[in-house]
């Protein structure tokens, strides 16, 4: 039986036959010529809509859309349309339990995409017992070596996006480094990396400073980051907290040090927070990589139609695993989730025809042949961890706030660094 069936014990006679015969009727009509619509294949999208990390979840959330739309504009899966069902974790693991027994009690899913490594360990337990495929978009380094069998992640680990942090840092002449980073758990795991592969390259960490979120002044801490004369921040805050803290920089040493963040400082409410005049001043941020060709084109075309605006930073990953979890059903035949997951690696890794789009993708598929999907976010190859590797862009925020490619760092560069 596919997943999301609703199973019902029916009892007494006559009203027991009537029931049969009722389900049986509304079955023959989804299925026939002439009948109604085929049911849609529901998708579950877990992600923060509100709280501190709503920047990360509107990115998610518009991904998913996207592919949703070049999914059902290629006919569907399994000849069904697809459809989303949306749960707000509202940026807190302890939200997100009740939003994931929503999806999957009363909106039945078949898998999922997101959350990130705020709520994925609230969660997994849920995902587990009820066997759910899911496309993780977070980078906990705990992660690094999953064996989970129902989760996936197409984005880079935090410890490629540390890494790639450091070798720009190094690549712009910097060698003496401060940490700054809120007390959020996930920031532990993005430093180590950052710390590892900047000494090994020849820097220094002359500063480890942690900001309390949402305080009236980091003064005290700023300090401590000028006296140890730094020529490069490594940062990572909420947009409230940046706030404060890049004015406290401004009253002491008017913003003299540059600083590199990591992909949540690109988000359009923290640009906003800390100003586009002050983004562009001092900041730079890295990013998961789009690059340019088939899937990147796609994807752009796609998101033109869905949005009136550039997409978000990071929805490439979500558009990515929606449309890899897609293809992976249509391989399957059917959906049963121990199928599906079998399925992954089947549409990504090698070998196999490339396609660059859902709609190739499908026309292969039908025809027999194996096939490799390459995302808008680059090869998208699993390892047995089920994790994937990509490039990382610098971005700088113009004084309008959008965000300009100052340079690229790819995989392997990453990779190299990294050993």
């Given amino acids: 039986m596919e997943r999301g069936a609703c199973m019902m014990s029916i ?23 002439g009948g109604t619509a085929p049911a849609p294949i ?19 959330l518009e991904g998913a859309r996207v592919a949703q ?45 997101g959350p990130t490594s705020t ?7 849920i995902i587990d017992n009820n066997r759910v495929p899911m496309i993780f978009l977070g980078g906990t380094t705990v992660f690094d070596t999953n064996t989970d069998n129902w989760i996936w992640r197409p984005n880079p680990s935090d410890s490629q996006l540390s890494v790639a942090m450091a070798v720009y840092a ?51 801490e700023v300090e401590r980051v000028v006296s140890a004369h730094p020529d490069v921040i490594f940062t990572q805050t909420d947009p409230g907290t940046a706030a404060v ?60 139609k869905v949005y009136t605006h550039q997409p978000l930073e990071s929805a490439n990953y979500a558009y990515d695993g929606t449309l890899v979890m897609a293809l992976a059903i249509q391989k399957a035949g059917n959906l049963d989730p121990e199928k599906i997951v079998q399925s992954i690696p089947m ?35 699993f390892d047995k961890f089920h994790n994937a590797y990509g490039p990382f862009d610098v971005v700088q925020a113009g004084l309008d706030g959008k965000l300009v490619t100052l340079m690229t760092i790819s995989a392997d560069e990453i990779q190299k660094s990294a050993q």
């Fill in 245 to 304: 803290m890049y004015a406290n920089f401004k009253e002491l040493n008017n913003l003299a040090v540059p600083m590199i963040g990591t992909d949540l400082t690109a988000g359009s409410n923290y640009i906003k927070s800390v100003t586009p005049a002050v983004a562009h001043q001092v900041l730079v941020s890295l990013v998961g990589s789009t690059p340019p060709g088939g899937a990147a084109d796609a994807f752009n075309a796609l998101y033109a």
């Fill in 42 to 60: 529901s998708f579950g999208v877990l992600a923060a809509m509100t709280g501190v990390h709503a920047d990360v979840g509107a990115a998610i």
């Fill in 170 to 220: 190094i690549k712009k002449g910097f060698r003496n480094a401060a940490l700054v980073f809120y007390t959020d758990i996930t920031n532990e795991t993005l430093k180590a990396p950052i710390v590892k592969t900047f000494q090994k390259l020849g820097g220094k960490i002359v500063a480890d400073v942690k900001l309390t979120a949402g305080q009236t002044s980091y003064r005290s």
């Fill in 11 to 33: 009892r007494g006679g006559r009203n027991s036959m009537m029931l049969v015969a009722v389900a049986l009727a509304a079955a023959l009509l989804v299925a026939v010529p």
């Fill in 69 to 113: 739309r070049a999914i059902n504009d290629a006919g569907g899966i399994l000849g069904r349309p697809m459809e989303i069902h949306l749960a707000d974790t509202q940026s807190d693991a302890a939200d997100a339990v009740p939003a994931e027994n929503k999806l999957i009690g009363a909106n039945r899913i078949v898998v999922q995409i």
């Fill in 347 to 381: 549409v990504t890794n090698p070998p196999g025809a490339v396609v660059y789009n859902y709609k190739d993708g499908l026309a292969a598929l039908t025809a027999g042949k194996k096939i490799k999907l390459y995302g808008a976010s680059g090869p998208l190859v």
């Fill in 119 to 125: 709520e994925l360990f609230a969660v997994r337990p």
